[in-house]
């Protein structure tokens, strides 16, 4: 493990309050407080640490460092207990200093899915990732997590015309934006009417470990709520960051269906019902995702999201070609796919 050097030109203040709070960690720990690298970073504010120890049982542990002026550990430690308990795996919380922001965490390993995804082994990874996610829709209780509201759901899809819009050059007119208007409360009211289960929220391959035991372990997951049962379907098998061909991800679903049926989960009876709710539900994550990507990039410069806004508007190209509810949304869209970008992506 190279060592992240503390006192070196490029260590901000954050890293020097990072060791001084390894270094005061128990001695059990046996933590090389020297021996530190960078393990990862994401989309908010959180950095996640690597550290040597002699531990006889933790040859490595991780340390989330998450600013406690911009984010939260505390929702992290919650649902870290309540999965689980709900029998996946996630991180051990070993150690934990709120007023700072740093938790120390068990290690499940540095092979994620997006490392190990292929056609040979698509079929264990994911039949993995189906099984635990429906340990977690078995164990969910209402009023435990919070709810995934119309308002949410709503400044969800804001991002779409707030950022991707906006930062495309788009302005809508007055109809159009009384057509999104409507197509925004369509996909509330479809949402809202689906059966409620925990939602991870960032249910995908970047935040799914390949582990030798109760694989995957699972990551990212301190905004989790309580909302619609086609949520985390949607961002496993229609990822950002990889693509499967739409018959297999219907024979995918097909199987979570009929082992969610046979577990008591509150899916339709249908299948032609519940395809079409994860359709929708996948509208509304990429439009927000669209927005997320584009915020990612003008707002915080985090340019390399852009690579992966084709797929994207490409899973929301599709859908909007399939429901006339949709019609001018997709017109929308095609707009854009006709517009040259000025910001180095083309679709």
Request: proline residues 5%.
């Amino acid at each position: 493990m190279q060592p992240l050097l503390f006192t070196s030109p490029g260590a901000d203040a954050r890293l020097t309050q990072l060791h001084s709070w390894l270094c005061a960690l128990p001695a059990h720990w046996k933590i090389d407080c020297d021996q530190v690298q960078a393990a990862s970073s994401d989309a908010s504010f959180r950095r996640y640490f690597r550290v040597s120890t002699q531990h006889p049982q933790y040859p490595s542990l991780i340390v989330m460092d998450a600013p406690p002026m911009q984010e939260d550990c505390r929702p992290f430690i919650a649902i870290a207990a309540l999965f689980a308990k709900a029998g996946v795996h996630v991180p051990t919380v070993f150690e934990q200093d709120i007023a700072q922001g740093f938790l120390l965490l068990s290690d499940l390993g540095q092979i994620t899915y997006a490392d190990a995804l292929n056609a040979t082994t698509a079929e264990k990874l994911y039949g993995d990732a189906s099984a635990a996610l429906l340990k977690i829709q078995q164990a969910s209780q209402p009023d435990t997590l919070p709810h995934y509201s119309a308002t949410l759901l709503q400044n969800e899809l804001h991002l779409f015309d707030t950022w991707y819009l906006k930062h495309h050059h788009i302005t809508l007119t007055d109809t159009q934006k009384n057509h999104l208007h409507q197509i925004y409360q369509t996909l509330i009211e479809n949402h809202l009417a689906q059966a409620s289960t925990y939602v991870h929220r960032d249910y995908h391959c970047r935040n799914l470990m390949v582990t030798s035991d109760n694989s995957p372990g699972i990551l990212d997951f301190q905004d989790a709520v309580y909302g619609p049962i086609t949520y985390d379907l949607v961002s496993l098998w229609r990822d950002a960051y990889i693509d499967w061909e739409e018959a297999q991800q219907i024979d995918w679903l097909a199987r979570y269906w009929t082992q969610a049926k046979q577990k008591g989960l509150p899916v339709p009876t249908d299948f032609g019902e519940f395809y079409r709710d994860y359709e929708w539900m996948g509208l509304q994550r990429h439009l927000k995702v669209l927005g997320i990507f584009s915020r990612l990039y003008h707002r915080d410069g985090k340019k390399a999201y852009l690579q992966y806004l084709p797929r994207v508007f490409t899973y929301a190209h599709q859908v909007t070609q399939r429901y006339r509810e949709f019609k001018p949304l997709l017109t929308l869209l095609d707009q854009i796919a006709a517009t040259p970008s000025s910001i180095g992506y083309t679709f």
